[in-house]
């Protein structure tokens, strides 16, 4: 008897909790397994562009999660390619103040995961070279393409031999 009071009381005490893992994306935490049944039937908010939208899922956590994210992705995206150069516009907040500050270089590699997607882009400064990730569907970074001559010939989903290259070698085929 004791034992059944305890799991009831276990049970009605579940709880998720969500909490903010990172500016990008909201990350949800089960605090225990029995709250998968719980959220089949939970009702949650969306919040987008200071609008509140109410809607009802009955669906898993991974599903709630897609659409929840799937409100914060970007629709006017350039086409990525590794390879490819890049410019990208970078908000950064000095006091008061707010500029662009640019970055451009070659896209080395891709992580494509839905709303957490980043680029890695590599650029010579002063003899040295510097890569930076950037998130593609942040609202800080914009994205142009480098009008160049032709695009770039690559084989390969991650140029990270491009690292050990210096000076003309580390140039890409360009197909016209």
Known sequence: MATSIAVSRASARMQVSTSRTSALSARTHVAT???TVANRQMSAKLVSKNKTERFS???SMAKLMEKID???LKNDLMSFQVGHDVSVGVQVKEGAKTRVQMYQ???IAMHKSG???T???RKMVQGVGVERVFPIHSPLCSFEPV???GTPQVRRAKLYYLRELKGKQARLKIKY
Do not use: D, E, F, W
């Open 33 to 35: 397994p029995m709250a």
């Open 115 to 117: 709303l957490s997607s």
């Open 70 to 72: 799937s409100a914060s």
């Open 119 to 121: 680029i890695t882009v």
């Open 57 to 59: 899922v009955n669906c």
């Open 105 to 107: 270089g070659v896209i």
């Open 147 to 149: 009008a160049g001559a």
